[in-house]
């Protein structure tokens, strides 16, 4: 290897605002404080850093000039610093990269010996933007990495592919705006992203890599689409959807947020238009069952499960009446999941939205309904359903029968009840409902109590009683009721069995789960493989031999603005014909949603260019389920609830093996911005302690850098003055923040191996936790220390030497000892997927094995194979200047031995002349001598032993130490 002197040469002068050089090792010293500067050494450490563009140097320093009596600004014209790096990461990195790359050393064979156990370790793969990867992105990529090198390295064969979810709206929006066409764009983006990925040293298998754009995989995406359509589960629906007429678009629910669209924050109105949906209600209750065995998040499982929202109760029926009381023949039929409390409906409400609205109002009341329904439709569901809200309501001036006591009771119309769940419409329990409760207070509606909590203590006429308890005033021997003194449960299959028997109702499960709107009004998406009859308008599905429907060039990428979507100007593309029947047919010009491409791609990395099928058989049997999946929490519910539906779908036509696609699902945290430190300045223009800033706008803040602060208990102060509190807050990354830390700059000042190491040790993997530019030092100070313990310091004119400074000989058990322990717990980390105490583990090991004299080779290489998931370019680089010519990355991770972990000290009991006078604590595999020294040493046996002359010792190691005396001490000691 050629000795290379790796140096960067820093222009620290002028000093940019905000940016700091430090020097190291006496103490911390400011150079910007301090206006000169002497040394003797020849080298130090200096570590200058530009907050602002967040870039950073450090490294041991040779100062050309021995001394700097200047300050630095003044520094420029005399001196240059040369920094070297901990170790020269920026030669070893780029050379294990291309050494993978050109031995496909991570490449997983497509015949594979599936004797072996497999382990299947996923990413969620990204949306290539044109922003590149951010730190957040490495955190669970390497987190991905560590478990796919570690199972590498135990054995398994291993899948760990990487791919891009490439279609979708920003690129489209971007060729709106400059007219690049968008596959440029994309193609553009994910070279980048590869490059990135390809600099942290991720042991993907990149020839499995694979964009959801490509025809050869959107083949089968529009291929599942046909069988869903073929079973029913995909239709078409006039559905009032989100149109946002500023994107010309249709918007799924989640991409609206209050009333304006999610991206660009654009009014968003309901808007009846013809769309394809998919039936994801039909597997509502699989959805739901099927989580209880899967090892996820709780957090995850629940959201899933109040997504889907499963409510059992009843559907029962209110005959509306005339205005002399009889019955009409309109029925209104309500939802409830307490059918225990019917005496207790005093009256009921319909949505404003309810179709049988219409029928219903008296023709005083017209006038305030339809003014209600007009203010109801102006607002979100979400505003409607807000349980502090004031609840508003209008009479409709009619009234219908409770059936189970007769009673007339009047018909509301309210907001508070959705016209879009259950039935739309409500029999309002004032006594047992909150909201019903309210309501009835404000418009003096009768409130009757109908069950009483066990514990009478709970009676409170105040306010609502919604728990469960025994039912009171509830009888009526003319219709047949009686559930006086049940308990609610009893009470509620009562009245179910009496509604089914009489007609009045009956037992039902209603979901909160919505069929999913499945159809975009943009370009950038996988077209829908369906054609409509011109003559007739029938809907006719592309024969499976006709895909992939590829996507038209399109130089105009604007929406039409109407709902026609952008395709629709493909007019050759647009107007074809049937291929069955040779009939003049239009093309569906909506494309797929972006969660489509993403639903079943985790499939496709088994057995990524089959053309025949959509996975093979075997491998798929052999691969399923993906045992870890790591992502964000965003995808908790969307991404996670479509994709197991269509794995059921393709479960059901036996396309996949398993019941479920993810077996276990980690979310990794965020990471936040580097912590600023605020200050507030009061009316007089002081600091204020931020106690007492509260009410103080942005205007009176002020950022404080860090050495200026200092920790007090657990808050900040200003160091010069502790009684000023400060406010220490993390943001989100963002531009607009200029909190961005960009991982190409952190690769290259510090190297690949020190962010990822970085990003694992910042805290548990899935804790939200904050950049700091400190801890990068940190890890890098380490594996400095782990390079100098193994390959040698560098050469006083700072070069780095060839091979090894580790020796050929046995190590000693203190050795075999710190290693074993490291060994079991770096191991017993990764398997908790708790890194960070791993990394604390070698940390350990590294500070004991700086104490050794000799250096063992046998116990450093194990421990190279230790460090080689978290940093994995050093550790290849280790392990070759011990002595090896090939990649570790299959050699077996180190077995602990438990011979080796036992606790070393013992409490060794001693004895004088036979009695046990006390005890020592030695070393399990101490001498006779050493523990009889330490018995000496020892308060209460020096008693016994001080100056006494000894005639044997009888030494039993581990067991006891037996001190016979002469008898001549004997009778000194009877003295
Ligand atoms: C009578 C009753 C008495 C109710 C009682 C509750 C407590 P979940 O669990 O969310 O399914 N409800 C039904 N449809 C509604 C709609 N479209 N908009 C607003 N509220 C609606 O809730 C079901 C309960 O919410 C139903 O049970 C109904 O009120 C109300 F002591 O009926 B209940």
Redesign the pocket.
């Known amino acids: 290897m050629s000795k290379h002197l790796l140096e960067t040469h820093i222009q620290i002068q002028p000093l940019p605002p905000r940016s700091h050089a430090f020097l190291f090792p006496t103490q911390l010293q400011t150079l910007q404080s301090r206006k000169s500067f002497t040394t003797k050494k020849s080298s130090f450490c200096v570590s200058l850093c530009n907050k602002k563009k967040n870039s950073f140097f450090f490294g041991h320093v040779s100062v050309v000039r021995s001394s700097v009596t200047r300050g630095v600004n003044e520094v420029e014209e005399d001196k240059q610093l040369v920094v070297k790096k901990a170790y020269p990461f920026l030669e070893i990195e780029p050379k294990w990269q291309r050494y993978w790359e050109e031995n496909r050393t991570f490449r997983t064979p497509d015949e594979i010996d599936t004797s072996k156990p497999k382990f299947y370790v996923l990413d969620m793969f990204p949306y290539p933007s044109g922003a590149g990867l951010h730190v957040g992105h490495p955190l669970g990529y390497t987190a991905t990495d560590i478990l796919a090198r570690f199972k590498r390295m135990q054995g398994y064969n291993v899948l760990h592919p990487m791919g891009w979810d490439a279609f979708g709206l920003p690129a489209e929006q971007y060729a709106i705006q400059t007219g690049t066409h968008p596959n440029i764009t994309t193609f553009r983006n994910i070279n980048r992203f590869r490059s990135q990925l390809k600099s942290l040293g991720f042991s993907y298998d990149w020839d499995r890599e694979f964009s959801t754009i490509e025809p050869e995989y959107y083949k089968w995406t529009q291929w599942i689409f046909l069988q869903l359509l073929k079973r029913g589960l995909a239709y078409q629906a006039e559905v009032p959807v989100n149109w946002c007429p500023a994107l010309g678009t249709v918007l799924a629910n989640e991409e609206v947020i209050d009333g304006v669209s999610e991206r660009g924050g654009h009014p968003v109105i309901r808007k009846p238009m013809r769309q394809w949906m998919l039936k994801i209600t039909a597997y509502a209750d699989r959805l739901l069952e099927d989580l209880d065995d899967l090892d996820w998040p709780e957090s995850v499982k629940d959201m899933q499960r109040n997504w889907i929202?499963r409510?059992e109760?009843a559907e029962m029926e209110f005959y509306v009446l005339d205005s002399d009381g009889q019955e009409r023949n309109i029925k209104i039929t309500?939802?409830?999941?307490?059918?225990d409390?019917?005496f207790?409906?005093t009256y009921l409400?319909v949505?404003p939205e309810h179709t049988l609205l219409p029928s219903l109002v008296s023709m005083a009341q017209s006038k305030y309904v339809e003014e209600y329904i007009d203010l109801a439709s102006r607002k979100s569901d979400l505003e409607r359903?807000e349980l502090q809200k004031e609840k508003t309501g209008v009479f409709s001036g009619c009234y219908a029968r409770n059936p189970a006591n007769g009673e007339a009771i009047p018909i509301w119309v309210a907001d508070?009840?959705?016209?879009?769940?259950?039935?739309?419409?409500?029999?309002?329990?004032p006594?047992?409902?909150t909201?019903?409760y309210e309501f009835a207070l404000k418009y003096d509606i009768p409130i009757r109590w109908v069950?009483t909590p066990e514990d009478k203590s709970l009676t409170d006429s105040r306010s609502?009683f919604?728990g469960q308890g025994l039912i009171i005033n509830s009888s009526n021997s003319m219709l047949g009721l009686d559930i006086n003194g049940l308990s609610s449960k009893e009470a509620a299959s009562k009245v179910i069995e009496w509604a089914d028997k009489t007609g009045n109702g009956k037992k039902k499960v209603?979901y909160?789960l919505r069929d999913w709107l499945f159809a975009r009004q943009r370009y950038w998406g996988e077209p829908i493989p369906v054609i409509f009859l011109d003559e007739t308008g029938e809907t006719i599905q592309l024969p499976e031999t006709e895909l992939p429907l590829t996507l038209p060039e399109l130089d105009d990428f604007t929406p039409t603005g109407t709902g026609e979507p952008p395709l629709s100007k493909a007019v050759s593309w647009v107007k074809t014909m049937d291929p069955s029947s040779g009939k003049p047919a239009t093309r569906e010009t909506s494309t797929m949603p972006q969660w489509a491409g993403s639903c079943w791609y985790y499939l496709r990395y088994m057995d990524p260019s089959n053309s025949k099928e959509l996975v093979d058989k075997e491998k798929e049997r052999y691969w399923s389920p993906v045992d870890v999946y790591v992502g964000g929490a965003e995808h908790a519910v969307l991404h996670l609830l479509y994709s197991r539906f269509w794995h059921k779908v393709l479960y059901d036509i036996g396309v996949v093996s398993t019941k479920e696609p993810f077996q276990c699902v980690i979310n990794q945290g965020i990471i936040l911005g580097e912590v600023q430190y605020m200050a507030f300045r009061g009316s007089d223009g002081n600091f204020i302690s931020a106690d007492s800033a509260d009410m103080l706008g942005e205007a009176n803040q002020e950022r404080i850098p860090e050495e200026k602060v200092v920790k007090s208990g657990d808050s900040f102060v200003l160091k010069d003055n502790p009684k000023i509190r400060l406010v220490a807050r993390a943001h989100k990354m963002s531009k607009s923040r200029g909190n961005v830390v960009n991982p190409d700059d952190v690769v290259s000042e510090y190297g690949a191996d020190s962010l990822r190491l970085y990003e694992m040790f910042m805290g548990p993997l899935r804790d939200s936790k904050t950049w700091n530019t400190s801890g990068i030092e940190g890890v890098h100070r380490f594996l400095g220390r782990t390079w100098r313990l193994i390959a040698g310091s560098p050469s006083p004119d700072g070069t780095f030497r060839d091979g090894t400074v580790a020796i050929d000989e046995e190590p000693t058990l203190e050795q075999l000892r710190s290693l074993h322990k490291c060994i079991a717990k770096v191991t017993e980390e990764i398997e908790g997927t708790r890194f960070n105490t791993g990394i604390s583990a070698m940390m350990e090991f590294i500070n004991a094995a700086y104490k050794w004299d000799k250096h063992p080779r046998s116990i450093f290489e194990a421990f190279v194979l230790l460090l080689s998931p978290y940093a994995p370019h050093m550790a290849e680089e280790l392990w070759l200047r011990l002595g090896h010519s090939t990649s570790l990355a299959y050699e077996p991770f180190p077995k602990a031995d438990p011979a080796y972990l036992k606790d070393s000290t013992i409490v060794l009991p001693v004895q004088i002349n036979g009695k046990t006078r006390g005890t020592i604590q030695v070393e399990e595999a101490c001498t006779e001598e050493d523990a009889f020294k330490l018995a000496l040493k020892d308060e209460k046996l020096s008693k016994y032993l001080a100056g006494k002359s000894i005639k044997k010792r009888i030494y039993v190691p581990g067991k006891v130490l037996n001190v016979i005396l002469d008898r001549e001490n004997i009778k000194v000691g009877a003295r």
């Open positions: 929202g409510s109760g309500v939802f409830t999941t307490r059918p409390t019917i207790g409906a409400v949505a359903t508070y009840v959705l016209g879009s769940y259950g039935t739309g419409a409500i029999m309002a329990v006594a047992h409902d909201r019903d069950v609502a919604p209603n909160k």
